[in-house]
C-alpha cells in the first residue's frame, strides 16, 4: 500500500522538489510533501523489518551498524585512497586516460567516473565502508594478542 501510495505521488505530482530551507516552491501544494515524507518513512520501516528477519542481511548490517564510527572516521581518506589509485593508473596505464589531474589536485570533492560511468560510484562505495570495515575487524583479531605480549613484556 505504501509502495502504491508513493508510485502514485510520482506518477500524479512530477515535481516533488521543494525548497527545505525556505519553506517555498511547493509546486503541488503542501501537503504533498508531508505524504512523501510520511510515505518514506513508513516504506523503510517496513523495509528493515523485513531486512531483520533475514539472518545472512541481517548480520551484515549488524556488522555495519556496530563500526559506524570507523566508517564514518576513515570513508574519506579511502576515498582518496581509490582516487589516488585512479590517479597512479592514469599516469602509468591508458586505462584511465579520463581522469582530471588538475582537478584531483585542487578540488578534494572531485570523483573520476571510470568509463564516465555513474555506476562507478559503486567503487567508491563498497571502498569507503568495505575497507574500514575489514580493518576494525583486524584490529579486533590483533588486540588480544597485543594485549598478551604487553603483558608477557611486562613480567
Known amino acids: ?70 566508517i564514518m572516521m576513515h570513508h574519506v581518506a579511502v576515498f582518496m585512497l581509490i582516487k589516488g589509485i585512479f590517479y597512479l593508473c592514469s599516469c602509468l596505464t591508458p586505462l584511465c586516460a579520463g581522469f582530471d589531474r588538475d582537478l584531483f589536485f585542487h578540488d578534494i570533492n572531485y570523483i573520476y567516473l571510470a568509463g564516465g560511468t555513474e555506476a562507478s560510484k559503486w567503487i567508491y562505495l563498497l571502498a569507503g565502508i568495505g575497507i574500514p570495515l575489514l580493518t576494525a575487524e583486524g584490529f579486533k583479531k590483533i588486540k588480544p594478542f597485543m594485549r598478551m605480549t604487553l603483558e608477557n613484556n611486562d613480567h
Do not use: D
Not at 501510495?5 to 508531508?34: K, M, R
Open 1 to 70: 500500500m505504501v509502495t502504491g501510495i508513493q508510485i502514485l505521488i510520482s506518477i500524479f505530482n512530477a515535481g516533488l522538489a521543494f525548497g527545505v530551507v525556505w519553506v517555498t516552491s511547493f509546486a503541488n501544494g503542501f501537503v504533498v510533501p508531508y505524504l512523501t515524507v510520511v510515505t518514506g518513512i513508513a516504506f523503510w520501516l517496513r523495509a528493515a523489518r523485513l531486512i531483520s528477519e533475514t539472518p545472512v542481511v541481517s548480520e551484515k548490517l549488524v556488522t555495519v551498524g556496530r563500526n559506524t564510527y570507523s
